[in-house]
């Protein structure tokens, strides 16, 4: 049987937060972390010496965590807000809004930080 949690905030859209967060497993983290060590492997080989290859790898460990962290956080989101509205139906959709927004993010994010 699965607990049902009701959640009051005082803050603006804390309600969502909380239900998306409660949606979130360590699990599904670890997985989309291993989607990104492949870019991280790629990354540590470029470079003539120790410290090219130091300092790439520091800086795709950074752009794969904020990837990590926006897609899971655009899916989370979104799928609370789509259960919430629409039931079993919005969440699914939700969830899928929410990655393909989460990754947009991450990419621009990217792009701009260089």
Aim: net charge positive; aromatic share 6%.
């Amino acid at each position: 049987m699965l607990k049902a949690y009701k959640f009051k905030s005082s803050v603006v859209g804390g309600e969502i937060v909380a239900r998306g967060m409660k949606r979130t497993t360590v699990a599904g983290i670890a997985v989309i972390g291993l989607f990104e060590l492949p870019k991280i492997v790629k990354e540590i080989m470029k470079g003539d010496n120790f410290f090219e290859h130091v300092g790439n790898g520091a800086k795709q460990v950074i752009n794969s965590a904020g990837n990590v962290a926006l897609t899971t956080a655009g899916i989370a989101i979104g799928g609370a807000l789509g259960a919430k509205y629409l039931g079993a139906t919005g969440s699914i959709v939700g969830m899928g809004i929410g990655a393909v927004a989460g990754s947009k993010l991450s990419n621009q994010l990217q792009t701009a930080t260089g």
